[in-house]
């Protein structure tokens, strides 16, 4: 079964700076990756996804991923993060028939 | 649409009681899952269906049972709760096939258990 880490559990940072989150996973086969972002009090959404094509992934608000295959990894960054982004994220993995998440991000942005 | 609705959205049980924790989606999707998020742990996947009829075993199985007797439906049953299955239950579905794989979440059951 594949599995997805993700570190630096708590990430805290001033409005204007930029956030990269780090996620690798393990597993051999082809895989689809997913970020996904839960807000205070909310269900989780998805931030963006690549199945296959081009490996830098623009997705909402900002967001983007770069799928690097070498290094079974998929980072997000934002350039310039806003105190809205104050969230739980969460990197997942798909691969035979299941969706794994990482332990997910705890992200909070400072006014 | 009203996309993943779970019921209930609060529920607290003593421990050895039973309980089922409902789950429909109206975007015909085949594939269908239960997940527990706990703090520091992320989401762990309980059971999972790829269709009607069809189910199997994610992460964290033991102590739930499900069954998938159509697409839209996919309770989660708890047969004899324990303290340690106090948590916050999401269930997801997607399509299974094509590129339009997103998950779609309900908006959690919260579940304590005394």
């Known amino acids: 079964a594949q599995s997805v880490s993700q570190h630096n559990h708590h990430v805290i940072l001033s409005e204007a700076a930029s956030l990269e989150l780090g996620c690798n996973y393990s597993?051999?086969?082809?895989?689809?990756l997913f970020w996904y972002v839960q807000y205070p009090g909310q269900h989780l959404q998805l931030l963006l996804k690549?199945?296959?094509?081009?490996?830098l992934v623009k997705g909402i608000k900002g967001f983007e991923a770069e799928f690097i295959k070498s290094k079974f990894s998929f980072n997000l960054r934002k350039p310039s993060v806003q105190w809205s982004d104050t969230a739980e994220y969460f990197c997942?993995?798909?691969?035979?028939?299941?969706?794994?998440f990482g332990k997910g991000n705890q992200v909070v942005v400072i006014p | 649409n009203a996309g993943v609705t779970q019921t209930p959205k609060f529920q607290v049980l003593k421990t050895g009681q039973s309980m089922t924790l409902q789950c429909a989606q109206d975007?015909?999707?085949?594939?269908m899952s239960w997940y527990r998020q706990d703090p520091g742990m992320g989401l762990r996947l309980i059971h999972y269906?790829?269709?009607?009829?069809?189910?199997d075993q994610g992460e964290v199985p033991n102590g739930y049972n499900v069954s998938r007797s159509t697409t839209e439906d996919f309770p989660l049953r708890l047969l004899s709760a324990a303290p340690s299955q106090t948590s916050v239950y999401f269930c997801?579905?997607?399509?299974?096939?094509?590129?339009?794989?997103?998950?779609?979440f309900g908006e959690g059951s919260r579940l304590t258990v005394l």
């Open positions: 997801a579905s997607s399509y299974w096939v094509g590129e339009d794989r997103e998950l779609f």
């Open positions: 975007m015909n999707h085949e594939y």
């Open positions: 269906s790829v269709g009607a009829g069809i189910t």
């Open positions: 597993y051999g086969g082809t895989v689809n």
């Open positions: 690549y199945f296959s094509g081009d490996p």
């Open positions: 997942a993995v798909k691969g035979n028939n299941r969706l794994a």
